[in-house]
């Protein structure tokens, strides 16, 4: 395969602005929902404990773009529920979701998130993880308030496959022979299972068909791994300030991910040993030159490529659920996710 297949002549876009007005559609649709997450998650991130507010403080004005908590509502729109409940569930996704940030920054050593500085370089460790564990409990007391045990359910097992799915990839740091299968059940565990989580109680709390909740829950899934897969182009393809964080971080990791994988499997044996070498020690010593044998490899049109395919199986389960403007809200964020890169 040549650097033509990579797609290195397409333009990058920033997340934060990109197709600003397409994003600032769907948002619109759940305005009024949306603005309640927000007071709520201001109330309940409100502690005694100075520390515990200053990083609360420091969070919330990190913004982010909700998108686990605007995926939910716009689940529960699609299926003609508007109550208060689906609030409480898109803050506790929301606080899940930056609790497992606030760990994998630790885990990770990042200084950079979501163009700010990190809890951890902030604070310190001990602090991140704590406060992490402030999120989570908080999470589980706004679950209790939902009083849904088929909520409970499906919250409290992704939570524990994610924790599993960090283990994992912890367990494959440096790791130059990660296959692409074991790649792809770390992401699912890591990353899509909190989408997936995000979308099928959407559907349960609008009490929705068996058929609606597998329906919203293979969306979030599969919107999950196409999202992750992005990230992982973007790595490569992108820069500091289109990413807010730092190019090349998995590769300081030590993370085999899919544009390392495949471009060990096609490169020259000199390029692949340079990549397995750079796993293997964590280093960023070579990373100009890795991150030109990664585009030349063909390696970012693959991950494109995958990342289409996941999306159109996203886009694909939608039609059980009733066709309205939600609906196409849902489908336009899972095409604004690929328009990262367009």
Not at 64 to 78: C, S, T, W, Y
Not at 89 to 115: I, K, P
């Amino acid at each position: 395969m040549s650097g033509s297949d990579t797609g290195l002549n397409e333009e990058i876009v920033p997340f934060g602005t990109l197709l600003s007005a397409s994003f600032a559609g769907v948002a619109q649709l759940v305005r009024t929902e949306m603005a309640g997450v927000e007071a709520t998650i201001r109330q309940n991130l409100n502690s005694d404990v100075a520390t515990v507010a200053a990083i609360g403080k420091h969070i919330v004005e990190s913004g982010g773009k909700r998108l686990r908590p605007m995926m939910a509502i716009l689940v529960g729109r699609a299926l003609g529920h508007s109550g208060p409940e689906l609030i409480t569930l898109a803050v506790l996704l929301e606080f899940l979701h930056t609790a497992t940030l606030l760990h994998d920054d630790v885990v990770d050593v990042s200084q950079r998130r979501r163009g700010h500085k990190t809890v951890n370089l902030l604070w310190g460790n001990a602090p991140s993880v704590l406060v992490g564990d402030f999120l989570y409990s908080r999470a589980f007391q706004l679950m209790v308030e939902l009083n849904h045990m088929q909520v409970m359910t499906v919250i409290s097992d992704a939570t524990n496959t994610i924790a599993e799915g960090e283990v994992k990839q912890l367990e494959n740091v440096g790791n130059p022979d990660l296959t692409e299968a074991q790649y792809m059940d770390i992401i699912r565990c890591k990353s899509a299972l909190l989408f997936q989580a995000a979308t099928e109680t959407g559907a349960v709390v609008a009490n929705a068909s068996s058929d609606e909740v597998e329906a919203a829950r293979l969306f979030g899934l599969h919107f999950g791994l196409a999202y992750q897969l992005m990230d992982d182009l973007l790595d490569y393809a992108g820069d500091n300030d289109t990413l807010g964080k730092n190019v090349g971080d998995d590769l300081a990791e030590g993370k085999s991910t899919l544009p390392l994988i495949f471009a060990m499997r096609y490169g020259s044996g000199a390029d692949a040993a340079l990549i397995r070498q750079a796993i293997e020690s964590k280093s960023t010593n070579d990373a100009r030159r890795i991150i030109e044998v990664v585009r030349e490899s063909g390696a970012l049109g693959y991950v494109r490529t995958n990342a289409i395919a996941q999306t159109n199986l996203a886009k694909g389960a939608l039609v059980r659920l009733p066709p309205n403007r939600y609906q196409d809200g849902l489908i336009n964020l899972a095409d604004i996710a690929l328009e990262r890169l367009q």
